[in-house]
């Protein structure tokens, strides 16, 4: 019998970051994670800050950081729009530490500063720590050493 697989496409403003057949996909979605398997029901979703895992039809995995953004489950195919999204193996390790530091540091200055100014800080530091987390991910996956 042969496997299933499920059409899958993620997509920023800016890229198409991953056209493929998978086979299965877990994402952060503001009601908790969750995984797609062939065959799910239909739904709409709103995706939050994190990491999303991918198993590809020839068995690889794939991590992929998301900022937010929706999925939708259809039949045979999956699409997310992502407000950014970024493969782990992209993500310069040194560059996301640096940036989260960046993000925490303003964190910490951010005494006097209004409910939208503390909202877009958050933003960034949820968006951060995602990259972090995928890029983390990504090197136990792979078997790499931490530096």
């Known amino acids: 019998m042969a496997t299933k697989i499920i059409k899958f496409e ?4 800016e890229r198409i970051v991953l056209s493929q057949d998978i086979m299965q996909i877990s994402v952060p979605t503001t009601s908790g994670e969750i995984t ?3 065959d799910h029901i239909p739904l709409v979703s709103v995706l939050k800050p ?3 895992e991918i198993k590809l039809a020839d068995n690889t995995l794939e991590v992929i950081s998301v900022s937010g953004g929706f ?10 729009l ?26 910490e200055e951010a005494h006097n500063i209004d409910d ?11 968006k951060e720590m995602a990259r ?8 136990r996956l792979k078997g790499i050493n931490q530096k």
């Open 116 to 126: 939208v100014q503390f909202a877009a800080m958050a933003a960034k530091i949820e």
């Open 132 to 139: 972090l987390h995928a890029v983390n991910r990504w090197r």
């Open 36 to 38: 797609i398997l062939p």
């Open 71 to 80: 999925i939708e489950v259809m039949k045979d195919k999956v699409v997310i």
């Open 82 to 107: 992502a407000d950014t999204a970024e493969r782990a193996e992209e993500l310069d390790e040194e560059r996301v530490k640096q940036a989260h530091l960046r993000a925490e540091k303003l964190k």
């Open 10 to 13: 993620i997509v920023t403003p």
């Open 50 to 52: 994190g990491v999303m």
